[in-house]
Nanobody
Framework: QVQLREFGGGLVQAGGSLRLSCVAS????????MGWFRQAPGREREFVASISWSGGSPYYDGSVKGRYTISRDNAKNTMYLQMNSLKPEDTAVYYC????????????WGQGTQVTVSS
């Protein structure tokens, strides 16, 4: 199975930018479709964005579309989330996840990285 770890969270002012990275180890990274999720305090974890194994078909939740960009570099076993025009409501723990190639369910998760956007 694949192991995932997120990097790049932090504190940023509203309107600012951050780039998150998700580094994979273990099984071949390029076989997995990947996604980003987030969980704010007191709320359920929600989908943010996804990308296919090849780097195509990026898909975004409406709340981040036009502000966030998901990408991946299979040669570096890394997925990215570029977050621009950040808002206080983007504050959450952000998780990367890999989809099981057979079931397409997100079975593999990182430990999360905190993103805090101050107003």
């Amino acid at each position: 199975q694949v192991q995932l770890r997120e990097f790049g969270g932090g504190l940023v002012q509203a309107g600012g930018s951050l780039r998150l990275s998700c580094v994979a180890s273990g099984r071949t990274f390029s076989m997995y479709s990947m996604g980003w999720f987030r969980q704010a305090p007191g709320r359920e974890r929600e989908f943010v964005a996804s990308i296919s194994w090849s780097g195509g078909s990026p898909y975004y939740d409406g709340s981040v579309k036009g502000r966030y960009t998901i990408s991946r570099d299979n040669a570096k076993n890394t997925m990215y989330l570029q977050m621009n025009s950040l808002k206080p409501e983007d504050t959450a723990v952000y998780y990367c996840a890999a989809a099981n190639p057979t079931t397409l369910q997100y079975d593999y998760w990182g430990q999360g990285t905190q993103v805090t956007v101050s107003s």
